[in-house]
């Protein structure tokens, strides 16, 4: 089996910084893109940034300039360094990996369970 666990979410006052911390464990072969998505109330899961394996970046309109996502691939971990968060960032940031179990078949989607960000003063 194979666990996206996340970790770094809080409460934090408008101007301010988050990192965000993901970590895949498990019956893990390989592990090719990683990605952040949020969902805040009422609306849908969106992409916020995504980090392939070959290290191409893609980051949501919204936050490009402000949030830089990396990737420890020794520790299965993905980061998301969030910066001058506003009240439009606050959501349920949830990890995203494709991952291969067993080699030579397909890599699948994995979710973690979610990290609530607030930013409010």
């Known amino acids: 089996q194979v666990q996206l666990v996340e970790s770094g979410g809080d409460l934090v006052q408008p101007g301010g910084s988050l990192r965000l911390s993901c970590v895949a464990s498990?019956?893990?072969?390989?592990?090719?893109?990683m990605a952040w998505y949020r969902q805040a109330p009422g609306k849908q899961r969106e992409l916020v940034a995504m980090?392939?394996?070959?290290?191409?970046?893609n980051y949501a309109d919204s936050v490009k300039g402000r949030f830089t996502i990396s990737r420890d691939n020794a520790k299965n971990t993905v980061f998301l360094q969030m910066n001058s968060l506003t009240s439009e960032d606050t959501a349920v940031y949830y990890c995203?990996?494709?991952?291969?179990?067993?080699?030579?078949?397909?890599?699948?989607?994995?979710w973690g369970q979610g990290t609530q960000v607030t930013v409010s003063s």
């Open positions: 498990g019956s893990i072969f390989s592990i090719y893109g």
């Open positions: 995203n990996a494709r991952i291969k179990v067993v080699p030579n078949t397909k890599a699948y989607d994995y």
């Open positions: 980090l392939t394996s070959g290290g191409s970046t």
